[in-house]
């Protein structure tokens, strides 16, 4: 007779509401294992936007400026600058260059995660430091450059600047020079 009472009063008595502490323990558990497998790939997933998102900034960025240097008659110089890890636009006058400040042309620094590795220039000289630009001409030309971007995990990019067509072609990977 008592087995039956410990039974009734137990675990499985249907009058009873709520949950225990070792199922509610469990369940933490379980959230905390999937959380820790989950979090890593969203992070990185994070990371790889801002690289995408930069490499879109570079390219929005040549695009308006080649055409804006035709409708304006204006010479465009896209500007990296490698120690501050940005970019500027700004159109040649005789005193100097002179920002053209919209948003697109605005100053545009790079994430944390992303990092302007050199520029190589027009010349086909190596910029590693400093500032490095390319020209957008009237005519539609632009001056070819290779610029190199490194993400998280050592991850590379190569974004060439097409003299003809002001289109910047990403490469995954780190390309030294211009494939002829």
Not at 125 to 130: F, Y
């Given at each position: 007779m008592t087995l039956i009472k410990i039974f009734k009063a137990g675990a499985f008595n249907h009058?009873?509401?709520g949950f225990t502490l070792i199922e509610l323990v469990m369940v933490l558990l379980v959230i905390g294992i999937v959380a820790s497998i989950a979090m890593p790939?969203?992070?990185g997933m994070l990371d790889r936007r801002k690289t995408e998102r930069s490499i879109n900034v570079l390219r929005g960025m040549t695009r308006y400026l080649q055409s804006r240097a035709a409708a304006t008659k204006r010479i465009y110089r896209l500007t990296f600058d490698l120690d501050n890890q940005t970019v500027s636009a700004c159109y040649l006058t005789?005193?100097?260059?002179?920002?053209?400040?919209d948003r697109i042309t605005r100053d545009y620094r790079f994430p944390d995660t992303v990092e302007i590795m050199d520029v190589i220039n027009a010349a086909g000289?190596?910029?590693?430091?400093?500032e490095a630009g390319a020209h957008f001409h009237?005519?539609?030309l632009v001056e070819p450059s290779i610029i190199h971007l490194q993400g998280l995990n050592d991850e590379q990019f190569t974004l060439d600047i097409e003299p003809l067509?002001?289109?910047v072609k990403v490469i995954h990977g780190y390309v030294d020079r211009r494939a002829s």
């Open positions: 009058k009873a509401r790939r969203v992070s005789a005193g100097g260059c002179q920002s053209d400040r000289e190596k910029v590693e430091e400093g009237p005519s539609g067509t002001g289109r």
